[in-house]
């Protein structure tokens, strides 16, 4: 028997995703805005945010998308309000690929609430109006080899990396 799943449906304006993690939402927000922890899961992009209302966003290519040719800045944007370590909004844009730049600033927020047990929740909320080609990416429309998971692909790694301390692969999400 052979079963088939649905594609992500991207006509939604706004994409949620949420996450179950053993760890502490200080754990989860750590992981989300410091560098040394987004460089080992998901993308493995160098994320860097300056975490004031009106700071910068920036996520730089790892040295696998720089061989492919890709530009420095893969995601840019800037922040809208930052609650640690409770809530994170930020402007966000694909930078690295002209039509979806084009496409202009999506809203992305990130919800950690703290559970019972040393269980955290991570709610990532991706309001993707007017940006339907951003909408299909960060859906994971494209599984593929080198073509990316979207925001499922990053949560899972972060939650694998966060409760084992390893990573779901040695890969730079290529």
């Known amino acids: ?30 992981a989300i805005t410091k560098p040394e ?4 899961f998901g993308y493995r992009v160098r994320d860097e945010y300056d975490l004031r209302p009106g700071g910068k966003y920036r996520a730089y290519a790892n040295e696998g998308m720089l061989s492919m040719g890709m530009p420095e800045v893969t995601v840019d944007g800037e922040v809208i309000e930052s609650d640690p370590p409770s809530k994170l ?5 694909m930078a690295m690929n002209p ?11 990130y919800e950690i609430e703290e559970g019972r047990g ?3 929740r991570l709610s990532v909320i991706h ?11 960060v ?4 599984q593929g080899p080198g073509e990316g998971g ?25």
């Not at 922890?37 to 080992?40: L, N, V």
């Not at 909004?89 to 844009?93: A, D």
């Not at 859906?139 to 494209?142: E, N, P, Q, V």
């Open 150 to 174: 979207g925001w499922t692909w990053i949560l899972s790694d972060l939650k694998t990396l966060l409760e084992s301390g390893q990573a779901m692969s040695n890969s730079q999400g290529w």
């Open 118 to 120: 040393g269980v955290s």
């Open 89 to 93: 909004v930020v402007t966000w844009r």
């Open 139 to 142: 859906a994971g429309d494209k």
């Open 37 to 40: 922890w987004t460089e080992r």
């Open 1 to 30: 028997m052979t079963t088939k799943t649905a594609p992500p449906d991207t006509s939604l304006t706004t994409q949620i995703y949420r996450v179950f993690i053993r760890a502490t939402p200080q754990a989860i927000w750590d």
């Open 99 to 109: 039509k979806l730049a084009a496409e202009g600033f999506t809203r992305l927020t």
């Open 127 to 137: 309001d993707l109006t007017g940006t339907p080609g951003h909408a299909a990416m």
